[in-house]
């Protein structure tokens, strides 16, 4: 289905995860944040969402949670803490990464 | 052991009951059930997160930090083929006081709490269709 994200139309699946990782930037970030309650992206927020960013565009895969934690410096309730949905449903969503697999 | 039942409560809601306890474990909607309860992985990850809680903190009382409380936050990583769970990652919060010397000794305990070595260990699973 198709949305408005950032300004821009983007394709987005059921659960509302970008499907074409390329579209995405900071106004897409931002409105996806909102979809996920998080009202203000804080430096905090951008350096998990960098992070994973940086690490997909490289490997193109979404880290090991243990690895964003210590990567970024923040516990693991931290994490929830800044996206509620947590690391994968939560900050993955946020940093235009694939949903990842499971229910939980 | 006590006998451990788990009988249907609704939908695909079910009650572990042992002993004079119950629990209820569900799905969430996004996967058929109405949550009214932990999902079955969660619990299972909860399981860990209590066993390593208990044997911390009687590590930390015992060491004369028992005014303090241990917290553990859990989390888990699914995969697929077969669908399972892939990691659990665990974060264990001591009292203050605790020296930093400490932590190795009490990383050890943690992992040789029984949920923990039998995820480790994986028992025989023995299921009979009645």
């Known amino acids: ?10 394709e987005i699946d059921e659960d509302g995860f970008i499907q074409d990782p390329s579209v995405w930037d900071e106004g897409v970030a931002k409105d ?20 994973l960013r940086d690490y997909y565009l490289q490997y ?5 949670i243990r690895k964003l934690c210590k990567e970024t410096g923040f ?30 | 052991m006590d006998l451990i039942t788990i009988s249907r409560r609704e939908g695909l809601a079910f009650d572990i009951r042992v ?12 996967d058929g059930g109405r949550d009214v309860g932990a999902a079955p992985v969660e619990m299972l990850a909860g399981s860990l997160g209590a066993c390593i809680g208990m044997m911390v903190q009687r590590y930390c009382d015992s060491c004369g930090h028992g005014d303090g409380d241990v917290a553990v936050s859990l989390t888990l990583e699914l995969a697929d083929q077969p669908k399972r769970i892939g990691a659990i990652v665990v974060d264990v919060e ?12 009490i990383r050890r305990v943690a992992e040789q709490c029984v949920i923990h070595e039998t995820l480790r260990n994986p028992p025989r699973l023995d299921v009979e269709i009645l």
């Open chain 1, 32 to 51: 996806l944040a909102l979809t996920e309650s998080v009202t203000d992206m804080t430096e905090a927020h951008w350096k998990v969402v960098n992070y």
């Open chain 1, 75 to 104: 516990k693991l309730k931290e994490i929830y803490d800044l996206f509620p949905s947590g690391p994968a449903k939560g900050a993955c969503k946020v940093a235009g990464l694939p949903k990842p697999t499971g229910c939980v």
């Open chain 2, 94 to 105: 001591l009292p203050d006081g605790v020296p930093a010397n400490r932590r190795d000794a």
């Open chain 1, 1 to 10: 289905m198709e949305t408005t994200l950032g300004g821009k139309p983007v």
């Open chain 2, 19 to 30: 002993r004079h306890h119950t629990v209820t474990s569900d799905l969430s909607p996004a």
């Open chain 1, 60 to 64: 193109n895969m979404a880290p090991m």
